[in-house]
């Protein structure tokens, strides 16, 4: 599973980029948020990517921050009626710490607004997310304490990817990581944040 993309920069559009890492060109589809945030074409570029899989093929959503990545994830994963399209444009209309501040304020009108969300949908959005936003779980930019420290740190990234991989929701899994790196400190190496994410 491709979880990031770090090459050059092939192609960029307001919901799509191309990047071209190995050779090979990664079609990525992005919302606006991080198509302003792209350097120019033909420049170095590192997205976080969410790897989707359907019957009828394979899609890549790209991020500027795995913040971003994971709770477009939580949207996906754990919001009836929320499919990839849309939340693509949840982030193209709201940046993630609006996006947070609207469902935790319970914000249906703001919500609304978003191209293709309907008020019932946003509805949706604050019963099933609300508690985890307010709470801290499942949402990126609200960490525990001690877990903001090296949070984009690569053993953190492999941590989180190993637990994902091992059956995890990426939402139950970010919960577990944070616990652990509140145990064991920023700077502990990915398999010990594994073992003490699952208990061992």
Request: charged share 25%.
């Amino acid at each position: 599973m491709i979880t990031s993309l770090n090459g050059k920069l092939l192609e960029a559009g307001l919901l799509r980029a191309v990047i071209e890492c190995a050779g090979v060109g990664y079609e990525v589809a992005i919302p606006v948020s991080t198509a302003e945030r792209l350097p120019a074409v033909g420049q170095p570029v590192r997205l976080h990517i969410h790897h989707a899989f359907r019957e009828d093929g394979q899609s890549l959503y790209g991020f500027s921050s795995c913040e971003e990545r994971d709770f477009f994830r939580t949207l996906v994963e754990k919001v009836s009626g929320v499919g990839p399209k849309m939340a693509i444009n949840l982030f193209s209309r709201l940046s993630l710490p609006d996006l947070l501040e609207a469902i935790a304020r319970g914000d249906i009108n703001r919500l609304s607004e978003c191209p293709g969300i309907g008020k019932k949908t946003a509805e949706r959005l604050v019963v099933e997310l609300r508690d985890k936003v307010t709470s801290g779980i499942g949402s990126p930019v609200r960490p525990a304490p001690g877990a903001a420290v090296g949070s984009d740190s690569a053993a953190r990234q492999d941590a989180l990817d190993a637990l994902v991989a091992l059956g995890m929701k990426s939402a139950e899994a970010e919960k577990a990581l944070r616990a652990a790196v509140a145990k064991l400190g920023a700077s502990a190496p990915a398999d010990k944040l594994i073992r003490a994410a699952l208990g061992n």
